[in-house]
């Protein structure tokens, strides 16, 4: 499996989460209501969730790194972010990242495509709200949104309602 961020690691371990790897290789984060699982499948990295027990499905299909870690730290930043009595950071919608576009389809299903080093990258199985955020967070780099779930105002990259 691709080696994640282990700032990561770190804000899941300060939110009171859970952040181990599994005896078949899957990256296991979250409690004991929710998780979350990112197994590599191919060349495809996958976020599956599992709600109280039962399968909740993937929640999102990418090859990109970033990908998968934007959508980590939205959902470690925002548990981090409760577990201290905070506000929920909220991402500014009006930036995203470069050529980004968000294609729903049937269920409110969604697609994202942006470009990233010169390439075009593709992350799917989103909904249309996780695809809009998550198009959003790629417009920062990693340390930067780290910082911001941090910072009571959320700044600089988020803000609060």
């Given amino acids: ?84 009595h905070m506000p929920r950071a909220l991402v500014d919608a009006s930036t995203t990242a470069r050529d980004a576009a968000v294609v729903q389809g049937e269920n409110w299903d969604a697609t994202l495509t942006w470009t990233q080093d010169g390439r075009t990258c593709t992350a799917t199985h989103l909904n249309v709200g996780a695809a809009r955020r998550l198009a959003a967070l790629l417009a920062h780099d990693l340390d930067t949104l780290v910082a911001s779930y941090r910072e009571p105002a959320g700044r600089p990259a988020l803000a609060t309602a």
């Fill in 1 to 84: 499996m691709t080696v994640l961020d282990p700032g990561l690691a770190a804000l899941a371990h300060e939110a009171g989460l859970v952040w181990q790897v599994e005896p078949d290789h899957r990256l296991l984060v979250g409690e004991s209501e929710v998780q979350l699982f990112v197994l590599q499948e191919g060349e495809d990295l996958v976020v599956e969730r599992v709600s109280r027990g039962a399968p909740a499905g993937t929640q999102l299909r990418t090859r990109e790194r970033a990908a998968i870690e934007r959508y980590l730290v939205a959902w470690i930043g925002d548990a981090w972010r409760e577990s201290r």
